[in-house]
C-alpha cells in the first residue's frame, strides 16, 4: 500500500539558514510526488511536484525538492528561510490514477517554525 | 488566481443532525474531491467525483455520506445523521484531467465541522 511518512512533528530553523523538510514514501511503480503547504486559516497550497525527469523539483517560494529513488525521499529544502515561511508542510504521494483524476495520499504533516 | 470556495467555515451541529458542506470548485476543473483532517491527524482521502458520478470513494465514506452537483458550480459533501467522530475539518478540491497523473489538486480553505 501506498504511504507518505514525514519523520519530524516540527523544524526549527533561524531565519536566513537553509531549511530542510523531510518526507519517504512507499509506492509500487514510479511515484508522483507532491509538497503542499498549510498557513493557518487557508486551504492546502501547492508547492511542487515530482513526475519525472530531473530529481531536483523547484517550486514556489523559492522552495525546491530532491528526489531520490534509492532512498524513497522527496526532501522540501530552501537556500535561506524566511519567517513566512513558517507554516505546515505536507508531503502526498498520488496513490491511484485512473482516467485523469489523483488520489493523494497525505503524510502527517511537519510545523516548520521559523525564528528571526 | 482561481480559488475553491467553501461554506460554510465553521459549523456547529448536535449529534444525529444532517450536515451539508458546500464547495465552488475551479470553473474549468472537471474532477472534485473531499477530504478530511481531523484535528492532530492526517488529511484523509473520502472520494472523487467525476461526470456526476463517484470515481473513487475509501472506507471513511460510508453510506452516511453522500456527494452530490446540483448544479453546474457547486459540489456537495452531505453527513446524513453525524457522528462526535465527524468533527474535523473537510476540505474540497478540484482538479482538470491530466492524462499522466499529474495534474493538481487546488485545495479550498475549508470547512471546520464540530459535533456535540
Known amino acids: 500500500a501506498q504511504s507518505v511518512a514525514q519523520p519530524e512533528d516540527q523544524v526549527n530553523v533561524a531565519e536566513g539558514n537553509p531549511l530542510t523538510v523531510k518526507c519517504t514514501y512507499s509506492?509500487?511503480?514510479?511515484?508522483?510526488l507532491f509538497w503542499y503547504v498549510q498557513y493557518p486559516n487557508r486551504g492546502l497550497q501547492f508547492l511542487l511536484k515530482?513526475?519525472?525527469?530531473?530529481?531536483l523539483v523547484k517550486g514556489s517560494y523559492g522552495f525546491e525538492a530532491e528526489f531520490n529513488k534509492s532512498q524513497t525521499s522527496f526532501h522540501l529544502k530552501k537556500p535561506s528561510a524566511l519567517v513566512s515561511d513558517s507554516a505546515l508542510y505536507f508531503c502526498?504521494?498520488?496513490?491511484?490514477?485512473?482516467?485523469?483524476?489523483?488520489?493523494?495520499?497525505f503524510g502527517a504533516g511537519t510545523r516548520l517554525a521559523v525564528h528571526p | 488566481e482561481p480559488e475553491v470556495t467553501q461554506t460554510p467555515s465553521h459549523q456547529v451541529t448536535q449529534m444525529g443532525q444532517e450536515v451539508i458542506l458546500r464547495c465552488v470548485p475551479i470553473?474549468?476543473?472537471?474532477?472534485f474531491y473531499w477530504y478530511r483532517q481531523i484535528l492532530g491527524q492526517k488529511v484523509e482521502f473520502l472520494v472523487s467525483?467525476?461526470?456526476?458520478?463517484?470515481?473513487?470513494k475509501s472506507e471513511i465514506f460510508d453510506d452516511q455520506f453522500s456527494v452530490e452537483r446540483p448544479d453546474g458550480s457547486n459540489f456537495t459533501l452531505k453527513i446524513r445523521s453525524t457522528k462526535l467522530e465527524d468533527s474535523a475539518m473537510y476540505f474540497c478540491?478540484?482538479?482538470?484531467?491530466?492524462?499522466?497523473?499529474?495534474?493538481?489538486?487546488?485545495f479550498g480553505a475549508g470547512s471546520r465541522l464540530t459535533v456535540l
Open positions: 478540491a478540484s482538479s482538470v484531467p491530466l492524462p499522466s497523473g499529474a495534474n493538481v489538486l487546488t
Open positions: 509506492v509500487s511503480g514510479n511515484p508522483y
Open positions: 515530482y513526475i519525472t525527469g530531473d530529481n
Open positions: 502526498a504521494v498520488s496513490a491511484t490514477f485512473s482516467g485523469g483524476y489523483n488520489k493523494l495520499i
Open positions: 470553473s474549468n476543473h472537471l474532477y
Open positions: 467525483f467525476y461526470n456526476n458520478e463517484i470515481s473513487e
